[in-house]
């Protein structure tokens, strides 16, 4: 979940001398000169710094075009390509094995898979998840990074909160996976109806909550319509094998339409012979056929 050495040794090298060149454009922290200087100084006084080149984006283009420092056209990429910062109140959701969640709270929220520098976010944070932080995210070399300052929020979430976000969290993987690199844009993401149907009809707390979504997909798409009855078939079996196991039935077919079980029989052959005789053509392919088994 960090960088390797070699990588961050870069990113600094790179970034601190971002840091100085803003300081010295607004004077805003005297006796900073150098990169090296950046270390007498606390945290709370480099963030007026950086908050600065937040600000000012621009001065990123700048410091690109003048290269005090005779940097490499690669390195110089690197940093023309922090104008593609994400500066926000984050969620740090989940660790994972190749990075850390951090999820935003927009209105269509968005994961991110970021990386530490040189200490781990767990360390830094502690493993109650989830923690609010604010921070602001780099792009570097195809991944993302953080800037190298976290301030985290203390604050503890209840369980109906913790809901949301888990909510929060599946929506942003349905719509758009785990954002690895930047810049990222919503236009550019194909959309597949089907996925975010699934998505919609996944939970019962899906199904209330995204309804409006679900009948605008299948109102654009009619197509759709056979995979909602499909997807809710799978829904009602779960519910319906339940109970017809308690009445001691096993190693039976039926068929499921809108909720209701319309047909069974000892095979799927039989349980298709009965639903030509009694259901019209055009509804047989809503139908969910499944097999309810032993235990």
């Known amino acids: 979940?960090?960088?390797?050495?070699?990588?961050?040794?870069?990113?600094?090298?790179?970034?601190?001398?971002?840091?100085?060149?803003?300081?010295?454009?607004?004077?805003?922290i005297e006796g900073i000169d150098s990169p090296e200087d950046l270390k007498k100084f606390?945290?709370?006084?480099?963030?007026?710094v950086r908050d600065r080149l937040y600000k000012h984006p621009e001065l990123i283009n700048s410091f690109v075009a003048e290269n005090p420092l005779n940097f490499s056209a690669n390195e110089l990429k690197v940093i023309g390509s922090w104008k593609e910062f994400v500066k926000e109140k984050f969620l740090i959701f989940r660790y994972l094995k190749n990075y850390t969640v951090f999820l935003d709270t927009d209105e269509f929220p968005?994961?991110?898979?970021?990386?530490?520098?040189?200490?781990?976010?767990?360390?830094?944070?502690?493993?109650c998840l989830p923690a609010m932080v604010e921070a602001v995210l780099l792009p570097f070399n195809g991944k993302i990074v953080y800037d190298g300052i976290l301030f985290p929020y203390s604050m503890t979430f209840g369980g109906g909160i913790r809901r949301s976000f888990n909510d929060a969290y599946?929506?942003?993987?349905?719509?758009?996976?785990?954002?690895?690199?930047?810049?990222?844009?919503?236009?550019?993401?194909?959309?597949?109806?089907?996925?975010?149907?699934?998505?919609?009809?996944?939970?019962?707390?899906?199904?209330?909550?995204?309804?409006?979504?679900?009948?605008?997909l299948i109102n654009k798409d009619p197509g759709l319509l056979t995979l909602y009855h499909q997807e809710m078939g799978k829904i009602y079996a779960r519910t319906y094998g339940k109970?017809?196991?308690?009445?001691?039935?096993?190693?039976?077919?039926?068929?499921?339409?809108?909720?209701?079980?319309?047909?069974?029989?000892?095979?799927?052959?039989?349980v298709g012979r009965i639903l030509q005789c009694i259901l019209p053509t055009e509804k047989r392919k809503f139908v969910y056929i499944f097999r309810l088994k032993e235990k």
Do not use: C, H
């Open 243 to 270: 109970r017809l196991r308690e009445i001691g039935l096993t190693n039976a077919w039926f068929a499921i339409l809108e909720g209701m079980t319309i047909a069974s029989g000892a095979t799927k052959d039989e």
């Open 170 to 216: 599946q929506e942003a993987k349905s719509r758009f996976g785990i954002i690895t690199s930047l810049p990222f844009s919503t236009e550019k993401v194909e959309q597949n109806d089907a996925v975010n149907l699934r998505f919609y009809l996944r939970s019962k707390r899906n199904r209330e909550r995204y309804w409006e979504e679900r009948e605008e």
């Open 110 to 127: 968005k994961a991110y898979g970021v990386l530490a520098l040189n200490t781990a976010f767990e360390e830094m944070v502690g493993s």
């Open 1 to 28: 979940m960090k960088l390797s050495k070699e990588d961050v040794k870069l990113f600094y090298r790179l970034y601190n001398p971002l840091l100085v060149y803003v300081n010295k454009k607004f004077k805003i």
């Open 42 to 48: 606390s945290i709370k006084k480099i963030n007026k």
